[in-house]
């Protein structure tokens, strides 16, 4: 019986190019993507609906621009995270 590498507490790791942990890793990327366009949209407007006149409700917006966004990547989002993914899981030279 062999075993793989191992990280620091002791658990086997998974191969790097586990498809899994890419399409994670992808929608992780997108999620950020987005709440930054979302984040970009909201200076260039000057607030939204008075949420940021003060520190409470620019928490409270930022806070709901990461849900958001994270809830869109993770229903599809905008297509980014799959074809990120697909980019990363092709062999080499293809």
């Known amino acids: 019986m062999t075993i793989g590498p191992v990280n620091n507490f002791g658990a086997p790791e998974a191969p790097k190019n586990d498809p899994e942990k890419i399409l994670s890793a992808a929608k992780q990327f ?6 930054q366009m979302l984040k970009s949209m909201q ?3 000057g607030g939204f609906m008075g949420m940021d006149e ?3 409700g620019a928490a409270a917006m930022e806070y709901g ?11 599809g ?10 980019g990363l899981q092709q062999p080499a030279g293809k």
């Open 43 to 45: 200076d260039s407007k």
């Open 77 to 86: 989002g905008l297509g980014l995270a799959r074809m990120v993914a697909q």
């Open 54 to 56: 003060d520190q409470s």
């Open 65 to 75: 621009q990461e849900a958001f966004a994270q809830a869109m990547s993770a229903s």
């Open 30 to 35: 997108e999620s950020l993507l987005i709440s």
